[in-house]
């Protein structure tokens, strides 16, 4: 691990000025992700900005009937909220298919959805890596691809976004809130909040240098059933190899997110019209641009299977 400087901010506003001011800084919360990526060093950040005494760790109903979720609010503190359970059951659920209680204990709402792949080409120094350093290439796309993104790709990165809980959030239409370091706010819808690879797989994100999130917001409850399913290795402590988060109604209508397939969560409304047809007729939808490699072709037919999966559940 590289030196660096560290201290504590008192307020969200000193917090962004700081990261935006002194060059190469990061803010620290849980470190759950960053403290990883620094001891291998492909994080090398010069300052830490130490965020936990924001205050920014409540949840708090709205007055348009949805929820607000402080960005340190704990993975844990989250799924085990009365309200989520009860109105957001899916979140919980994604919530607890992720990492470990050890690890969520620490981990934050907004460095989960932050947190950066797992591909073993980024983790792997001794290989080049586009996401890394730019422009170098990307040895996956020809190299072991079983984990790698099959829709959103690009010749320039295959990776996948690691979130459990982003899934959900954007089968949910969260919002995240910021603060920049000028002192203004912006809303920005989930589905804006994560990049595709396109040709700078490195910028994986649309906030601003210095940009803090202090909130994500949800909107009122959908109502009928909540379902996350995640398909993995093993089960615990693995990333999905493709994962369904669900709310299904009652005529079978409904909405579904994927996770483990793109760069992002990835959803679908068009795809979702076609949630009474069945789960192929979602299935082809959602992976309708799909470009696969001999080492993940598979998952075409594991999105269809855990649909299917979800929606014979949602019917019991």
Request: hydrophobic residues 40%.
């Amino acid at each position: 691990m590289k030196a660096f400087t560290y201290e504590r901010a008192n307020l969200p506003v000193e917090a962004a000025v700081k990261a935006a001011r002194i060059q190469n800084s990061k803010f620290i919360a849980g470190g759950t992700n960053l403290l990883d990526l620094m001891k291998l060093q492909l994080e090398t950040p010069s300052h830490l900005i130490d965020i936990n005494d924001l205050g920014l760790d409540k949840v708090e109903p709205t007055k348009e009937g949805g929820l607000r979720i402080g960005a340190l609010v704990r993975n844990t503190d989250l799924a085990a909220h009365q309200l989520v359970r009860r109105d957001y059951a899916v979140l919980s659920r994604a919530l607890l298919a992720g990492a470990s209680g050890q690890l969520r204990n620490q981990a934050t709402t907004a460095g989960n959805l932050l947190q950066r792949t797992r591909c073993p080409y980024f983790y792997d120094t001794n290989q080049s890596c586009n996401k890394r350093e730019p422009g170098t290439g990307c040895p996956a796309v020809g190299g072991f691809s079983r984990q790698h993104a099959i829709v959103g790709v690009s010749e320039h990165c295959i990776a996948t976004h690691p979130s459990d809980m982003a899934v959900a959030m954007r089968l949910l239409d969260a919002s995240v809130e910021t603060l920049r370091a000028n002192g203004t706010t912006r809303t920005i819808p989930i589905a804006e909040l994560h990049r595709l690879p396109g040709n700078t797989p490195h910028i994986e994100h649309t906030l601003e240098n210095g940009e803090l999130i202090t909130a994500v917001t949800l909107p009122r409850p959908l109502g009928g059933v909540h379902i996350y399913r995640k398909v993995r290795d093993r089960a615990s402590y693995a990333f999905a190899l493709v994962s369904v988060a669900a709310v299904i109604q009652a005529d079978g209508s409904g909405r579904v997110a994927l996770g483990g397939v793109a760069h992002k969560p990835w959803r679908s409304e068009e795809a979702e019209r076609a949630l009474p047809a069945g789960a192929r007729a979602v299935a082809s939808k959602l992976l309708a641009d799909a470009r696969t490699t001999h080492d993940n072709a598979f998952k075409v037919s594991l999105v269809e299977r855990t649909l299917a999966s979800v929606i014979n559940e949602a019917k019991a």
